[in-house]
């Protein structure tokens, strides 16, 4: 399977903005829940937003009000926007592609993700 490439990531400081983009390289791309996943050294990977295949989001708390999660079906591309940005989003970011028609209420499961790209380092200095 091809991987997912991201890109958009860099260095701000802490109240700034970023716009992620991901390209997903998968037939049928508009079937697919798409998500976004976070993994700062030391920690596990988490989930940060998905979006369905019927445009239904899911955010972690930590993120609501912050981030955006949105698809262009047209480009096969899934993006993050950013905003109001803390040190504790310091992260390498990813997205990936999970099932197809997938339940809104599994957007946030890791479990159906996959492949992974290589991420995107979002660094946020206070």
């Known amino acids: 399977q091809a991987q997912p490439a991201e890109s958009g990531g860099g260095s701000v400081q802490t109240g700034g903005s970023l716009r992620l983009s991901c390209v997903v390289p998968?037939?049928?791309?508009?079937?697919?829940?798409m998500g976004w996943f976070r993994q700062a050294p030391g920690k596990e990977r988490e989930a940060v937003a998905g979006?369905?295949?019927?445009?239904?989001?899911r955010y972690i708390d930590s993120v609501k009000g912050r981030f955006t999660i949105s698809r262009d079906n047209a480009k096969n591309m899934v993006f993050l926007e950013m905003n109001t940005l803390k040190p504790e989003d310091t992260a390498t970011y990813y997205c990936a592609p999970g099932g197809d028609f997938c339940d809104p209420r599994t957007l946030l499961a890791a479990s159906q993700y996959g492949p992974w790209g290589r991420g995107t380092q979002v660094t946020v200095s206070s």
């Open positions: 998968k037939p049928k791309f508009s079937w697919y829940c």
């Open positions: 979006i369905s295949a019927g445009q239904e989001t």
